[in-house]
């Protein structure tokens, strides 16, 4: 095998590599605006939006969240989901409510 046939291999791998990390990449971007749009959100809009976490315990954490405008604070353990607080829609949690 000379240096010209390996050479044109390789491209041509490089090449194959490239259109499916593309396809994979597109796919995910549709498969997300699919998801996004199914799940009632707007474009570009996410439906629940992650603020921030604190961790009270090996597997338990407090964790500050927001749904169409609605802050939420919720305690999350290995048994489940439960909600701490609500700040209506406007409202904020006051600066202080959950250090990191």
Request: hydrophobic share 45%; charged share 20%; proline share 5%.
């Amino acid at each position: 095998m000379n240096i010209g046939a390996f050479l044109a291999s390789l491209f041509a791998i490089i090449v194959a590599l490239g259109v499916v990390l593309g396809l994979a990449w597109l796919s995910l971007r549709l498969f997300r605006q699919w998801q996004d749009r199914t799940q009632g959100g707007e474009e570009g809009e996410r439906p629940i939006r992650f603020l921030r976490a604190l961790a009270v315990g090996q597997r338990e954490r407090v964790t500050l969240i927001e749904v169409r405008g609605e802050v939420m604070l919720v305690g999350v353990t290995s048994g489940g989901i439960s909600l701490l607080a609500r700040w209506p829609q406007g409202d904020t949690p006051p600066p202080g409510s959950l250090h990191s």
